[in-house]
């Protein structure tokens, strides 16, 4: 004899097969339009969106982005004032190692600001043509200090502003477009690494403060005004610099000049100088054919 069927449990309706394919459609269409409710909700107002897109402009070397456009002002500026800076330390520092960081961060930027004026001028990105505020400040301060006090205020303020600037130069090198602005990274990129080797080298780096310095978040500045990438003026080591890195052309200079008074006639006050009379070339043989 077969046992008798036992009554449905109230309740577990839900459990047979097809309460289980309903309940799943049902989850189904809830994951789906609920991620559209939400990013309907996370939408932003269209004048945002234009914002976005003006920042993006397209070039023929790829688009342009507004982090890439401040990424070429930021080159130009550790330029305008870095060089300086390395013009003080090859005539101030105390020791070799600063006076040698000093002729590297002349001969990197010297370039760097060549290879930026370049693509500033083909991307049509105005560039300043002074340094602001805060590196103005730099400058004073290294212009003031003396001996040893140079040499670390020197090694410090560098070291600092190119630990910024490198991990800049890896976000933008990593992330952009524009073929002319990963180029540009590239350059800058070695520029800064060598720039913070020979700045350590010197011994006055002291990294605990640096990491403390690195940590804190750094105050904007804003930018000075802003030129034609034609009429950017080039950063360039200043005549003295140029001699004094190669004394062979400051000596050739000097015995150039030397030889131009030494071939003057040589008066007392009051002398008048007789000039010999000029020569004149022979009359033409008229008898020759």
Excluded: C
């Amino acid at each position: 004899m077969r046992p008798r069927p036992r009554p449905p449990v109230n309740g577990r309706g839900i459990f047979s097969g097809t309460g289980l394919i309903v309940t799943a459609l049902a989850a189904t269409v809830v994951a789906l339009l609920v991620p559209l409710w939400s990013y309907a909700d996370r939408q932003d107002d269209p004048a945002s969106a234009s914002v976005l897109s003006a920042r993006t402009v397209t070039t023929p070397y790829g688009p342009l982005s507004a982090q890439d456009r401040d990424f070429v002002t930021k080159v130009r500026l550790a330029g305008l004032w870095e060089l300086p800076a390395g013009e003080l330390a090859q005539r101030k520092g105390t020791t070799p190692a600063v006076r040698t960081a000093g002729r590297h961060l002349v001969d990197g930027h010297t370039s760097l600001d060549a290879h930026v004026r370049t693509v500033a001028t083909q991307l049509g990105i105005a560039l300043p043509n002074e340094p602001n505020e805060q590196q103005k400040q730099w400058l004073a301060t290294l212009d003031t200090a003396e001996g040893q006090d140079f040499d670390r205020q020197f090694t410090g303020l560098l070291r600092l502003a190119h630990g910024r600037v490198f991990s800049l130069v890896a976000q933008i090198r990593a992330g952009t477009q524009n073929s002319l602005v990963r180029d540009l990274a590239d350059d800058a990129n070695a520029t800064v690494l060598d720039h913070i080797k020979v700045l350590e080298a010197t011994g006055y780096v002291d990294f605990a403060a640096l990491a403390r310095d690195l940590a804190a978040a750094a105050s904007p500045v804003p930018t000075p005004s802003e030129v034609d990438p034609s009429a950017a003026v080039p950063v360039e080591p200043s005549a003295a610099v140029r001699s004094a890195a190669d004394p062979s052309a400051g000596q050739a200079a000097q015995d150039q000049a030397a030889q131009s008074q030494a071939s003057q006639p040589q008066t007392s006050p009051g002398e008048t100088v007789s000039l010999p009379p000029a020569t004149s070339s022979p009359p033409p043989d008229t008898n020759s054919p």
